[in-house]
């Protein structure tokens, strides 16, 4: 036997909210990881970061030949 729902609209008006809730929510929390500003987030570094930088050959710049006296 089956039980019949004795609030079917209170039940779907719950549902749409929590629905909506988590979508809005979903979607706050997108555009705060788009702007790096989530609470779990580390800070970016401040340091420049070079690529190439230490690797032998790529410290002088082009067209000047390399020191081999």
Same mark, same amino acid.
């Given at each position: 036997?089956? $039980?019949? $729902?004795?609030?079917?609209?209170?039940?779907?008006?719950?549902?749409?909210?929590?629905?909506?809730? #988590?979508?809005?929510?979903?979607?706050?929390? #997108?555009?705060?990881?788009?702007?790096?500003?989530?609470?779990? +987030?580390?800070?970016?570094?401040?340091?420049?970061?070079?690529?190439?930088?230490?690797?032998?050959? #790529?410290? +002088?710049?082009?067209?000047?030949?390399?020191?081999?006296?």
């Amino acid at each position: 036997m089956t $039980r019949a $729902r004795r609030h079917p609209l209170a039940s779907m008006l719950i549902a749409a909210v929590l629905i909506l809730t #988590f979508v809005i929510a979903g979607y706050g929390v #997108f555009l705060a990881s788009d702007a790096g500003r989530l609470p779990w +987030q580390e800070d970016p570094t401040r340091i420049a970061i070079t690529p190439f930088a230490g690797i032998p050959g #790529f410290d +002088q710049p082009i067209g000047t030949p390399a020191s081999g006296n």
